[in-house]
């Protein structure tokens, strides 16, 4: 849709918008170009924020240049277009998902960001409410992405993203993946026949960060906030990706509701704190407990500062809180604009940034020998962390956000973890600052630097590279690799630098004698040394082959391959077809364990390494042994009797079998413990899918 160079020219104009902002003043004097500029600048956010994921400017900047240009176009009316941004919601939907229509249109919620904002908010409200004093519902403002869900005679009938509030894509497979919404619940004991709930799907803080981190190890920017991961997952088109992505979810608004004949409405659902109770009740998890309802502005506005000093303490993401009427005849008697309901306002806590000044960019290189630029900034401290360095990712980051040396630049700590550059402030600048070069040789070595086809990430392809060399040694001794306790990087680092250790074999030839004479190394750390080195030699073969360094090889390709053969090396005779057939591995991969094989080089160092005593056998075997599950997929479902949930999927995982999240065309098994519900009725449909019992499932496993 965009072309690089344009996105680039687009984030640098957004940049320069930004900057005119304080007195709104004129792109190149001229108010045409300015409204234009505008429009072109919010599109192009729109689809970064919508389709991409990834906004190129904050809610606040949106939400200013937003406002600018509705000034403008007010105060000029000649200039507006039918097709101006302000004339209609951002598009939102993809082309993956059929298009569904909302029950009622998905308003979003006005912001306020301090306590003027409120207070003028709580005089009008009270306005249209023509009362003196209003009960207000205070609940987290989840930093996640929107969903509506609709329950038929109390079943999960459809779930959706929010879209363009209008229409949006119809995500039911993937929402059913997600663990904390039910696919039933008791709606009809309230009398209620149709009901439409929204919510919020979150990644956690853990999940997050751990995401962000795999995301880095490929020299890929991180995600800038949950938000961002969990709107991302939610619209993957393999509903068993989704289920690994650990979403969770929290609904908080009943938008439409249908009672059963004769029913009326219980009191319960006068109110939505009454409502937020009841989903509670019913197995939703919603902001029941956190919520509070409270008396008048004053006492909103004690709430949302205590809870924003509480913010770090939450598992998951929130960016403020919302203010809700608490009594729905209010509501109704308030109404709402275009955009938003008058009922209802939320309070953005303030953004964890700092600004400082970019002094240099450093440039290292990887196990893989990709180039990844660091940031060293004057150290800030953001949300107690002192920050003072900070990947850039690649070359590509540098140029869209027109980074300089010298530049005063925004710093954030997104989702609490990764600090990064948000922006440079060019209207800061004194001329002083120079651009950043990107090497065209590797900094290490010498050799000249290569970017493939179609990527973003330079590298410098000599194997024998010494910064690579030592990379791969630290990641082979690592906690998930072979885990030679008390190795570590510092140890590797000093004995590359001293001649000790030049590769990974190296590590099991290294003469003690000379680091028995070595400062800080007394007997008893030499002991340990070679206790822990003495043991790796045994580990089971997927830590070998995930200490291997293989790109794109992680902890669970590591594991299928090591399933797939009974000797390391017999993987240098896969052909692609061989590999491509092996569980989630694609033709990226398939290249790159080829590749790996095929170099002679490698082919020694394994020989090596087995002379040296290493294990390069499969001696978990799962690989057709008799009984094995591999190849065959599992489900559990209700509540097994013998074995505990988690005991029962590990011996699948062992025997070589594979768990599936739900119950399709791919499954093999479905093991039914008692009350087992809708997935024993739709596997029933299914005639491939073979239902077993607790008993005859432990009997395969042992035969
Ligand atoms: S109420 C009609 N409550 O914030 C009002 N929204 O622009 C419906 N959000 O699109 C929204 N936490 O995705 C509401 N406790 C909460 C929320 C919440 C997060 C999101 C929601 C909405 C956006 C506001």
């Known amino acids: 849709m965009y072309t690089k160079e344009t996105e680039i020219n687009l984030s640098q104009e957004a940049k320069a918008l930004l900057s005119l902002l304080p007195g709104e003043g004129l792109m190149n004097d001229n108010l045409t170009d300015t409204v234009e500029a505008l429009r072109r600048v919010i599109r192009y956010n729109d689809y970064r924020y919508y389709i991409q994921d990834d906004p190129v400017v904050s809610d606040f900047e949106y939400d200013q240049l937003f406002a600018w240009l509705k000034k403008l176009e007010k105060e000029n009316p000649e200039l507006k277009t ?4 302000t004339s209609r919601v951002a598009q939102g939907l993809s082309k993956n998902f059929p298009t569904v229509q909302h029950l ?28 003196d ?15 509506s869900l609709i329950y038929e ?19 039911t497979t993937n929402i059913r993946q997600i663990r904390t919404i039910p696919l039933s619940a008791p709606f009809s004991n309230y009398g209620i026949q149709q009901i439409e709930i929204r919510g919020e799907v979150l990644i956690n803080k853990t999940t997050f960060k751990k995401f962000n981190e795999q995301r880095m190890a490929e020299n890929l920017p991180p995600l800038a906030n949950p938000r961002n991961a969990a709107s991302g997952s939610l619209r993957m088109v393999d509903p068993n990706e ?29 109110t939505h704190s009454g409502t937020l109770d009841l989903l509670y009740t019913m197995g939703f998890r919603s902001p029941a407990k956190e919520k509070i309802v409270v008396k008048g502005i004053k006492a909103v506005i004690d709430y949302v500062h205590e809870f924003e000093s509480k913010r770090d303490d939450l598992p998951y993401e929130i960016d403020g809180m919302v203010i809700k009427v608490n009594n729905y005849d209010l509501q109704d008697k308030m109404g709402m604009t275009t955009h938003h309901p008058r009922w209802a306002i939320a309070f953005k806590f303030k953004a964890r940034q700092a600004t400082s000044k970019l002094r240099s960019v450093e440039f290292q290189v990887g196990r893989t020998g990709s180039i990844t630029p660091v940031a060293k900034i004057d150290p800030v401290p953001i949300g107690g962390v002192m920050v003072g360095s900070m990947s850039l990712f690649n070359e590509d980051v540098i140029r869209e956000k027109g ?17 990064y550059i948000v922006k440079s402030m060019a209207d800061l600048r004194d001329g002083s600052e120079e651009d950043i070069i990107f090497p065209t040789k590797c900094p290490v070595c010498d050799h000249p630097l290569f970017k493939p086809e179609g990527e973003s990430v330079w590298r410098c392809n000599n194997i024998n590279c010494e910064a690579q060399v030592v990379e791969r040694i630290i990641h082979f001794v690592s906690k998930d690799a072979m885990d030679i306790r008390s190795f570590g990087e510092s140890n590797v680092r000093k004995f590359y630098n ?14 003690f004698g000379v680091i028995g004479k070595m400062e800080g190394f007394g007997a008893k750390s030499i002991t340990n ?9 045994s580990q089971p073969l997927h830590r070998l082959i995930f200490g291997l360094g293989i790109r794109y090889v992680g902890e669970t390709t590591a594991k299928t391959l090591a399933n797939a053969v009974k000797e390391l090396t017999e993987l240098k005779d896969y052909t692609e077809e061989q590999l491509l057939a092996l569980e989630d591995i694609g033709p990226k991969v398939a290249g790159s364990i080829r590749q790996f094989f095929a170099d002679p080089g490698n082919l020694d160092m394994l020989e090596k390494l087995r002379s040296l005593g290493v294990n390069l056998l499969n001696t978990q075997g799962s690989l057709s042994a008799e009984g094995t599950l591999s190849g065959q997929t599992f489900l559990f479902t209700g509540t097994l009797s013998k074995l505990k949930r988690s005991e029962a999927e590990g011996m699948v995982e062992q025997h070589g079998g594979k768990l599936l999240s739900g119950v399709s065309s791919k499954l093999n098994y479905l093991i039914v413990g008692d009350d087992a519900g809708s997935k024993l009725e739709k596997a029933k449909k299914i005639n491939t899918i073979k239902i077993l019992t607790e008993d005859e499932f432990i009997k395969l496993v042992e035969a």
Not at 114 to 127: C, F, G, P, S
Not at 403 to 418: F, H, N, P, S
Not at 529 to 537: G, M, V, Y
């Open 82 to 85: 039918p097709d101006s941004p």
């Open 104 to 131: 009622v249109p998905m308003l979003s919620l006005d912001n306020s960001y301090n306590e003027d904002d409120l207070t003028d908010w709580d005089r009008k409200a009270r306005e249209f409410a023509g009362v």
């Open 133 to 147: 004093e209003l009960e207000y519902c205070i609940e987290p403002k989840f930093d996640g992405a929107s969903i």
């Open 153 to 171: 005679n109390d079943l999960l009938t459809r779930g959706a993203t929010r879209g363009d509030g209008v229409a949006g894509d119809d995500i």
């Open 242 to 270: 989704v289920a690994k992505r650990g979403l969770e979810a929290f609904l908080y608004h009943m938008s439409y509701h249908v009672m059963l004949d004769g029913q009326t409405e219980p009191e319960i659902l006068q």
């Open 403 to 419: 980074l300089k040396k010298g530049d005063t630049v925004l710093v954030e700590r997104a989702g609490d973890v990764i600090p």
């Open 498 to 511: 001293l001649g000790i250790l030049k590769d990974v074999p190296g590590i099991y030839e290294m003469d």
């Open 529 to 537: 040394l070679t206790a822990a080195i003495e043991s790796s030699k």
